[in-house]
């Protein structure tokens, strides 16, 4: 059976249907417009690998990401504020998530996501600022995950889990980039929404701060190492605590856990961080 990508668009009340790419063999697409309206499309290629189609005129340019062997599954494709692509898609043969963006150096390629098979199912928006978000399916532990660029590397979350939870999921960004996905749980077959918002039962208190909650001075401040905050919780609360820089960009998380009354030290490594002010 020989499977060739193709695009479809309405014009005049009429479906057009053209051929992308007739070199055939080729697998799951994802597909986003630039800012005139041209499509792009990210598709796999069983010869070729990750792939990446671009239309200009009536003209059809297909170009390889990333040319290993079995790469390319799962693609989600988003366009950056300038039109260059970012692809998020799946590595059979390490069973790793990747991701692969474009700019004028031409494509390059990295782990998002390495243990276990993981990389299922991808989608990926962009953060007002451009960074990567990309919810996804860990199938070896059966969890939905959210893996965000921070700096020159990636914070992984576990969204939902255990059982089997995460096939199929969906993601966007609101206005002030707080992701939501939809998903599908196999365990119990339903549908599911997650969303990075505040949990129901936070209250009023220090902006970002659960009711009855307070959180200490870090220390040691300035430092150059491990930083600690002391978390205080009057009762049992779902917490998430981040470390944002002075424009409010998170820049290393502790992803929502329920936490037990009383004193927890949160810490974070500073030395990863660029010298400035959090």
């Known amino acids: 059976i020989r499977s060739v990508i193709k695009y479809a668009h309405k ?12 070199s055939g063999n080729a697998g799951e697409s994802s597909i986003a417009l630039d800012g005139l309206g041209r499509p792009r499309i990210s598709y796999r290629s069983i010869s070729r690998g ?12 297909a170009e390889i990401v990333d040319g290993q062997s079995n790469r390319g599954d799962y693609s989600a494709l988003a366009l950056d504020g300038n039109g260059n692509p ?7 043969n ?37 960074s990567p978000r990309i919810s996804y399916f860990d199938n070896s532990n059966g969890d939905l995950k959210y893996a965000s660029k921070v700096g020159a ?28 996905i939809s998903y599908r749980d ?12 505040p949990p129901p039962n936070l209250g009023v208190g220090r902006p970002g701060t659960a009711a009855g909650a307070s959180v200490g001075h870090p220390w040691p ?25 002075t424009l409010g960009r998170i820049v290393a998380s502790r992803g929502w856990q329920l936490l037990p009354a009383g004193e927890h030290p949160v810490r974070f490594d500073a030395g990863s961080c660029p010298p400035g002010l959090y």
């Open 11 to 22: 014009s005049g009340g009429v479906w057009v249907v053209e051929v992308v790419d007739p």
């Open 50 to 61: 990750l792939m990446y189609a671009s239309k200009t005129g009536s003209i059809w340019t």
């Open 86 to 92: 970012r692809i998020s898609y799946h590595d059979l």
């Open 94 to 130: 390490n069973r790793d998530l990747r991701f692969a963006w474009k700019d004028g150096a031409g494509w390059m390629s990295e782990v998002v996501d390495t243990p276990g098979d993981v990389g299922l199912f991808t989608s990926l928006c962009l953060t007002s600022d451009g």
């Open 153 to 180: 590397g990636w914070v992984v979350e576990v969204v939902d889990g255990p059982g089997t939870v995460g096939r199929y999921s969906s993601l966007e960004l609101d206005a002030s980039d707080i992701p939501s």
């Open 186 to 197: 196999g365990t119990n077959r339903d549908l599911k929404f997650a969303t990075a918002g």
């Open 221 to 245: 401040s300035p430092t150059a190492g491990v930083v600690s905050v002391e978390l205080r919780l009057g009762r049992a609360e779902q917490v998430r605590v981040d470390l944002v820089d």
